[in-house]
């Protein structure tokens, strides 16, 4: 049997609006997912770290201060350096269409902005991980 | 009310409606429940306002209960404030924004802070990387303050300050700026949030554990009424908890719930709860349910008299009036379409008004993707500018008072505060709520049940998912704050780091220390702190090393 899809969703940055991710949370959680949430204002090295200790597939990081474009790219410069950018880093916030496009193209994953879907959100990561998996066994 | 017979009559007449009623098709499936999820009966009637009795829960307004107003005039008097809440980038951006907003007839300002200045961090530590200026302006030490509120007299213009965890040391600085200006502490005139209750609850931007927040609060609220008697000391604020994803039950049983215990705090360090309540305001949130809404404001006023009179023993009138700010709920805002946003908000700020406040910000079409623009601002503005000029709505004083719905539902509302009341208490009181996250939790799941209805399509958001324009491109123009801002603020905090008096910094701060490990009041400290421009990112360093810091276990 295949193993549960392992999420870490993380808040970093000093960004207190948590209501997005916790209900992300509970979503994945009721789809079928392991989640772990790290809480409040953790720093990119921390949630990296997080990420490896705990053998996630994915990453998703909400931001709604508007530090995106710090926080974003920090988070997956660490993920190469650790040899660990398999991880799929998606996220979500207040975060303006071209931003997106710039993040998207330097890595990230999918980024979803208020009126998103939980469902959608799931869906997404659940296609892109198999697409991965996939991948994984060509190689 | 109607009399007995009568009501058995409309009873009589009711029944048998409510027997054709069933005969007649409505679309099945359909549920009639508001935002909060509360059902809504398809009619009201004499029969669900039976047990109110005129004078003693509606009576008149700026009289007891104040149901319907805290003044007997209300905006025959005078208008509410048109407040518009914003900061960004710099000290000097957000000085030509008031400058701005001023001259197209804003008549009250409020400052929106940064993360790193809410947190307080200064703009060098590396916390606050990709952060300074970005959702609020910036503000690290007195010059900051000084550029913001240049070329604008604080004796024309009262000011709302959006600072919680750090508010002491931001009055400081405004008193100074004041001080300077040449208008003395005793004319001052504004709000501060200091709410940290809230932030405990929902917002999320503490520094210190909650009882060392609790006494910056108490030292603060005996200061202001001794030095700052026109001050608002605390915005009691349901707006964040709302924007959490609370129901508006929620929203104004955990409100009030947090006013109460500020009030018992401060009578507990011995102060008069007739010297520091009149100051107390508060700040709700206007989400899109129209009469949900106006009932849940005509209720706080009735519920906080009531408790003031009868619970704390206040004398004064003022000490038992609910002043409140609102906001229109930025929840409620959608990405797609963004246009559709002007009309939600034009809506919440309508019921804002219906529901007696006494200020208003309206949020702009844009807030989904960044700070808004200036035109976005300008439109947001214009929306309440239109109600109290074009609507009519204002002339006279609380219109809906005696719609069967409107006063059941007010009534409601009270009702469902009380049982919560009643449950934190037995819980052990609002900090202990706090620490075991009974309230994060009760909000959370209310976040998740109203997504999952907005999911099932149980709950119709336009152009969400519903009215779904395909390959929607969206053409608004954004708000950018350039990381030059960031560069910058480094570079002048370093600066100002060379130039000042040094020593004095170091002195005040030892103070500071000595004063917060005391039990002296610690604002004329912060005062000397902040006079002789020590950051705000260095007092709040010797107040954490001896408050200590909060940190939340994450609850999902």
Redesign the interface.
Known sequence: MQRKIRILLAKPGLDGHDRGIKVIAAAFRDAGFEVIYTGLRQTAEMIVEAAIQEDVDAIGMSILSGAHMTLFPRVLELLKEKGADHILLFGGGIIPQEDMAKLEKMGVGKLFTPGATTSETIEYVKKTLGENRKEEKIL | MPGQTKLEEIAQRQKKWEEELKQTKCPPGKKFITVSGEPIKELYTPLDTEEIDFNRDIGFPGEYPYTRGVRNNMYRGRQWTMRQFSGMGSARQTNQRYHFLLERGQTGLSVAFD??T??G?DSDQP?????VG??GVTVDSLEDMEIIFNGISLDKISTSMTINAPASILLAMYIMVGEKQGVPSDKLTGTLQNDILK?YIA???WIFPPEPHMRLITDLMAFCTRHVPKWNTISVSGYHIR???STAIQELAFTLADGFAYVEAAIKTGQDVDDFAPRLSFFFNSHLDFFEEIAKYRAARRIWARHMRERYKAKKQESWLLRFHTQTAG?S????QPENNIVRTAFEALAGVLGGTQSLHTNSMD?????PSEKAVFIALRTQQLIANETGVANTIDPLAGSYFVEAQTNKMEREAEKYFAEIERRGGVLKCIEEGYFQRE??EA??RY?KQ??SKERI?V???DFVLENEK?EIP?LR?DPEVEKEQVRSLRKLRERRDNDKVKRTLENLRKVAQGTDNTMPALIDCVRCYTTEGEICDVLRDVFGEY??????
Do not use: D, F, H
């Open positions: 993360l790193p809410l947190m961090w916390r606050s990387l990709g952060e970005i959702c932030e917002q999320k931007e924007e959490a994803g929840c805002l959608t990405a797609q807030e989904t993707y960044a700070l909000i959370a976040a998740y997504q907005i999911e958001v152009g969400v998912n969206v954004i704050i940190t939340e276990p994450p609850l999902i």
